[in-house]
């Protein structure tokens, strides 16, 4: 079998003190690796100095998600620890009721029927129970849901970042600026480096924003668990592309610009209403596109992403843009490098 499908193949030694803890005092400074695969040899910078890759008709398509505080920590009525990591944000079915998937962590086994209440009025009824800790959930709820979730719940930050900040730190840290679109469970961490002064800039260079939207589920950070990587299967995730971005877009590529997507996220997004639809243009629905090694990139010129994590969907994507032995030579320099990797880390550049 290719090498290139095998799960094994995608693997890489990271020391434990280069996953980034926190983020960067100011989020432009972080480091930015640039890789050009059409050249020999790497660029170390910092993430203001992007604008020197970038040209003007060039546009950066942005995913406008914001992170939700889906992580609900209470008591049982026995005294246990019980944790809620809601998966999506919870659909209305009744008037102070919701349902939503959620990831659940106790001290035993959530049973069916089983009620947790939390601040805020709230109460957590379990449905049923699936594999892995994956349990169906009611939300019952007195006044408006997102509003008591926004006092009650706490950022869900990977299980990696192992260290206790304030609170504020994350619920601004842990989203971008231009976060406006409410609904995902994880941030589309390439955009977390930006800054309004580093995006006025290139406005005033001649780069365009699309904004876009796709709703970061569980899903995409599920580990890849078949050793044929083609036999994953990757989760539907809501996205949505408005007419005036789909528009920026296709007026970018007639004059001869380059479309620069930031993040795996609005990578995923623009392919996939390409290959569905032949062409960019608006659209909401689910997307379910997983993208590895001999996919057909059809927009895509450039790539903003941080480091993934060894055997995941993200590193597969990566190394279908930009080739397997390629990446994992450049992971290999940033280690040496002493970059910081995953989602408070630093950033590359592909061309």
């Known amino acids: 079998m290719n090498e290139d499908f095998l799960l094994s193949s995608y693997h890489y030694e990271l020391p434990k003190e280069l996953i980034a803890q926190s983020p960067c005092d100011n989020r432009a400074k972080a480091r930015l690796l640039v890789l050009n695969r059409k050249r020999k040899g790497l660029e170390h910078l910092r993430f203001k100095d992007i604008g020197r890759f970038l040209r003007k008709d060039d546009c950066l398509v942005v995913n406008r998600t914001k992170v939700f505080p889906a992580r609900l920590i209470s008591r049982k009525p026995t005294g246990g620890k019980v944790e809620f990591l809601l998966l999506e944000l919870p659909q209305e079915i009744g008037k102070g009721i919701s349902k ?14 089983q009620v947790i209440s939390f601040p805020q009025e709230i109460k957590i009824e379990v449905k049923d129970r699936g594999e892995n800790g994956i349990v169906n959930i009611l939300i019952h709820y007195k006044n408006d849901l997102v509003s008591s979730l926004e006092k009650i719940g706490i950022m869900p930050l990977p299980p990696y970042i192992k260290r206790q900040r304030p609170l504020e730190l994350d619920r601004k840290r842990y989203q971008t600026i231009y976060a406006k679109e409410l609904g995902s469970v994880a941030a589309p961490t390439a955009g977390l480096h930006f800054t309004q002064e580093l995006l006025d800039s290139l406005k005033a260079k001649g780069v365009r924003i699309a904004p876009i939207t796709l709703h970061v589920g569980y899903g995409t950070f599920s580990p890849i668990r078949t050793e044929d990587i083609r036999k994953h299967k990757i989760h539907r995730e809501w996205v949505s592309i408005p007419g005036e ?10 004059v001869g610009g380059r479309i620069v997507a930031v993040g795996t996220t609005s990578v995923r997004t623009i392919e996939f209403v390409m290959s569905k639809m032949g062409k960019m243009e608006e659209f909401t629905g689910e997307c379910d596109l997983y993208i590895y090694p001999g996919f057909r990139f059809q927009i895509t010129d450039a790539m903003i992403t941080n480091f993934h994590l060894p055997g995941s969907s993200l590193l597969v994507l990566v190394s279908a843009f930009c080739g397997r032995k390629k990446i994992l030579r450049t992971y290999e320099e940033a280690v040496r490098k002493r970059y910081r990797f995953f989602s408070y880390g630093d950033a590359m550049l592909i061309l």
Not at 100 to 113: D, F, I, M, N, Y
Request: aromatic share 0%; hydrophobic share 30%.
């Open 245 to 254: 971005s789909a528009q920026i877009i296709n007026e970018t590529r007639k």
């Open 100 to 113: 939503v998937t959620a990831l659940s962590r106790s001290s035993k086994p959530l049973r069916p029927g």
